[in-house]
């Protein structure tokens, strides 16, 4: 399958930030195919771990969760770090056909996603500056 093979040509960078009380390992998708690889297929992500996603254009960016395994929390965050907009445990999709895309209520030039419950115990939420994780 074409995202199996992705993942062997393509290498995540991580980097570690610390928010609030939290240290967090963040995988980097900084270009289109890691963009559209994401999380896809693996098997899980731990509390202290999440992909950000880093766009050249501020813009409304959709995710869905075709081939997903687990829920996640997904923030949409602006240019300044503030965060615009969030859903909370988005569940897998089982098809194709039947996998929406979520899109965020305003314009964004980042993306964090993270395990299902993470954005409440980390205090995430609409407004909350998240200029630490964006480095």
């Known amino acids: 399958m074409l995202t199996r093979l992705l993942y062997k040509i393509l290498t995540f960078k991580t980097k570690v930030v610390r928010f609030r009380d939290a240290k967090l390992e963040l995988f980097l998708a900084d270009s289109l195919p890691k963009q559209i690889l994401g999380l896809m297929h693996r098997s899980s992500l731990a509390q202290t771990q999440g992909m950000l996603f880093t766009f050249s254009s501020n813009a409304r960016h959709g995710i869905w969760m075709y081939h997903m395994n687990f829920a996640i929390d997904c923030i949409w965050i602006g240019e300044r770090g503030?965060?615009?907009?969030?859903?909370a445990n988005i569940k897998p999709c089982k098809g194709m056909l039947s996998c929406p895309t979520y899109y965020p209520s305003a314009n964004a030039k980042y993306v964090l996603e993270l395990k299902a419950g993470a954005a409440k115990r980390l205090g995430i939420r609409s407004g909350t500056n998240l200029s630490p994780v964006l480095g």
């Open 82 to 87: 503030d965060v615009v907009d969030l859903i």
